[in-house]
């Protein structure tokens, strides 16, 4: 008898949560149909707290009150000059960015995503503190690990049937040995596009992109932000030697690593002309390119990447960057015009 009381229980105590958790689900459901007729907005996409803090404080961005909570994320309502926008924070890396721009596209009528951060700088002609902003971005960490006794002319795994591709290029990693011309175990990496399924596409038909270009309208708007004026002081005693600028660069890429070595940047800025790297932008890229909704990325730079004389210098100029990153992402909403998709895969 005791045992069936005990049953009966679990079963009552199941089924009001669950009761409870479709209470909470119709209640958050009913809160984004109200704000998509009020809708479209500019979803707002940002990595960490230190880089939206910033913005949540900014004087021209102007909170709602409302904030919607779904599946783990903070969707916070406001508007930036004319324009709605939807905040959300991704948390660190690849998957969380993908997650959060998707949860984003998928729930709320999103006219265009603005993706903004901080960022290591590959490139040698910019500094620390410019704001980059890209034409393109690849998700660098897709590879085919070639096995050692094979090269450039060895077809890789999986070939033949479209999975894998020489045509990106490769690392050859014993050229980076200590003991120049030796041979090396780990051989060649093979970069690779994203297999991407577009919505306009037919569905489990693949399609390849290794480069993803940002929206071409956005792109040009962003050019008008380039004598926009920045911070270059921490403090009175913290400045950077030279001021800091907007530019538009070609390209950005992404890999959920952390970079900080010096062999590696240069190999990045020699092989495919990178400038910001960083860990999140390529999957807002993609998941967005997806949606054929317009995206741009903009990205303060905190450090060099690996390629400075002394310690990593995220670890004092981050504020800094941060703070630059904000007001980029703030005027350049400012000037986003009625909405337009993108129309064309680019493949690898």
């Given at each position: 008898m005791k045992s069936f009381l005990f049953v009966i229980s679990v079963f009552v105590v199941i089924l009001f949560l669950g009761e409870a958790n479709g209470d909470v689900f119709s209640d958050t459901r009913k809160l984004i149909e109200q704000a998509n007729n009020n809708g479209p907005y500019i979803g707002v996409v940002i990595p960490n707290l230190f880089e939206m803090n910033p913005l949540l404080n900014y004087p021209e961005f102007h909170a709602t009150g409302l904030n919607i909570f779904y599946k783990g994320r903070k969707f916070r309502f406001g508007s930036i000059g004319e324009k709605q926008v939807i905040l959300v924070m991704t948390g660190l890396g690849m998957l969380n960015?993908?997650?959060?721009?998707?949860?984003?596209?998928?729930?709320?009528?999103i006219e265009g995503i603005v993706h903004y951060g901080i960022a290591g700088n590959a490139n040698p002609s910019l500094n620390i503190g410019d704001v980059a902003i890209p034409q393109y971005w690849s998700h660098s960490a897709l590879w085919s690990w070639q096995r050692y006794g094979n090269g450039p002319e060895n077809e890789l795994p999986l070939e033949a049937f479209g999975d894998y591709t020489r045509d990106i290029g490769y690392l050859k990693i014993e050229k980076y040995s200590t003991d120049l011309g030796s041979?090396?175990?780990l051989n060649n990496i093979w970069y690779q596009p994203e297999e991407i399924f577009p919505v306009d596409g037919t569905p489990e038909?693949?399609?390849h992109a290794f480069w993803v270009p940002v929206d071409p309208t956005y792109?040009?708007?962003?050019?008008?932000?380039?004598?926009l004026k920045l911070e270059g002081c921490?403090?009175?005693d913290t400045c950077l030697s030279t001021p800091p600028r907007v530019t538009t660069?070609?390209?950005?890429?992404?890999a959920s690593i952390y970079l900080d070595n010096a062999a590696y940047r240069s190999f990045i800025y020699d092989k495919f002309n990178i400038s910001p790297v960083?860990?999140?932008?390529?999957?807002?890229?993609?998941?967005?390119?997806?949606?054929?909704?317009?995206?741009?990325?903009?990205?303060?730079?905190?450090d060099l990447a690996g390629g400075g004389e002394?310690?990593?210098?995220a670890d004092t100029f981050t504020p800094l960057a941060a703070n630059n990153s904000v007001k980029v992402a703030v005027e350049f909403i400012k000037l986003i015009p009625s909405q337009k998709k993108i129309s064309s895969v680019v493949g690898i």
């Amino acid at each position: 008898m005791k045992s069936f009381l005990f049953v009966i229980s679990v079963f009552v105590v199941i089924l009001f949560l669950g009761e409870a958790n479709g209470d909470v689900f119709s209640d958050t459901r009913k809160l984004i149909e109200q704000a998509n007729n009020n809708g479209p907005y500019i979803g707002v996409v940002i990595p960490n707290l230190f880089e939206m803090n910033p913005l949540l404080n900014y004087p021209e961005f102007h909170a709602t009150g409302l904030n919607i909570f779904y599946k783990g994320r903070k969707f916070r309502f406001g508007s930036i000059g004319e324009k709605q926008v939807i905040l959300v924070m991704t948390g660190l890396g690849m998957l969380n960015a993908g997650i959060t721009t998707q949860l984003l596209l998928t729930l709320f009528d999103i006219e265009g995503i603005v993706h903004y951060g901080i960022a290591g700088n590959a490139n040698p002609s910019l500094n620390i503190g410019d704001v980059a902003i890209p034409q393109y971005w690849s998700h660098s960490a897709l590879w085919s690990w070639q096995r050692y006794g094979n090269g450039p002319e060895n077809e890789l795994p999986l070939e033949a049937f479209g999975d894998y591709t020489r045509d990106i290029g490769y690392l050859k990693i014993e050229k980076y040995s200590t003991d120049l011309g030796s041979d090396n175990f780990l051989n060649n990496i093979w970069y690779q596009p994203e297999e991407i399924f577009p919505v306009d596409g037919t569905p489990e038909e693949r399609q390849h992109a290794f480069w993803v270009p940002v929206d071409p309208t956005y792109f040009e708007l962003a050019k008008n932000l380039e004598s926009l004026k920045l911070e270059g002081c921490l403090d009175k005693d913290t400045c950077l030697s030279t001021p800091p600028r907007v530019t538009t660069v070609e390209h950005g890429t992404s890999a959920s690593i952390y970079l900080d070595n010096a062999a590696y940047r240069s190999f990045i800025y020699d092989k495919f002309n990178i400038s910001p790297v960083e860990m999140e932008s390529a999957a807002v890229a993609l998941v967005s390119y997806q949606h054929r909704v317009p995206f741009i990325v903009l990205r303060a730079l905190s450090d060099l990447a690996g390629g400075g004389e002394h310690s990593n210098e995220a670890d004092t100029f981050t504020p800094l960057a941060a703070n630059n990153s904000v007001k980029v992402a703030v005027e350049f909403i400012k000037l986003i015009p009625s909405q337009k998709k993108i129309s064309s895969v680019v493949g690898i």
